[in-house]
């Protein structure tokens, strides 16, 4: 048989949030510091600072984070290919540690 929904007002928790949660969310934090204030200069700022960023150094800028992205996919992907194909094809001690730890940001 069914039971009868209750009409009595369901009990909300409060959840007090844990340290680690509290630091994890301080680092998040201090991280998105400098891409909130670069969104509030873009929004809020002069285009004069653009102009003058794009004639002097933003044509270098751009190139060098093509290069430095270039750099990191490559080595990403040579260095991920190496370890997974090393913990998939040889026995070793630790290799379920690192099997663990490879997929980990």
């Given at each position: 048989?069914?039971?009868?929904?209750?009409?009595?007002?369901?009990?909300?928790?409060?959840?007090?949030?844990?340290?680690?949660?509290l630091g994890?969310?301080?680092?998040?934090?201090?991280?998105?510091?400098?891409?909130?204030?670069?969104?509030?200069?873009?929004?809020?700022?002069?285009?004069?600072?653009?102009?003058?960023?794009?004639?002097?150094?933003?044509?270098?800028y751009?190139?060098?984070?093509?290069?430095?992205?270039?750099?990191?996919?490559?080595?990403?992907a040579?260095?991920?290919?190496?370890?997974?194909?090393?913990?998939?094809?040889?026995?070793?001690?630790?290799?379920?540690?690192?099997?663990?730890?490879?997929?980990l940001?």
């Open positions: 048989m069914l039971e009868e929904p209750s009409s009595a007002p369901r009990r909300t928790t409060l959840r007090v949030p844990t340290p680690s949660a994890a969310a301080l680092v998040a934090g201090l991280c998105l510091l400098p891409m909130v204030s670069v969104a509030l200069a873009a929004f809020f700022g002069s285009v004069d600072t653009l102009i003058q960023l794009s004639e002097t150094v933003l044509s270098r751009v190139v060098t984070t093509l290069w430095l992205l270039a750099i990191v996919m490559l080595l990403s040579t260095i991920g290919t190496a370890t997974a194909w090393l913990v998939t094809m040889a026995q070793f001690p630790g290799r379920r540690v690192l099997e663990v730890l490879l997929v940001p």
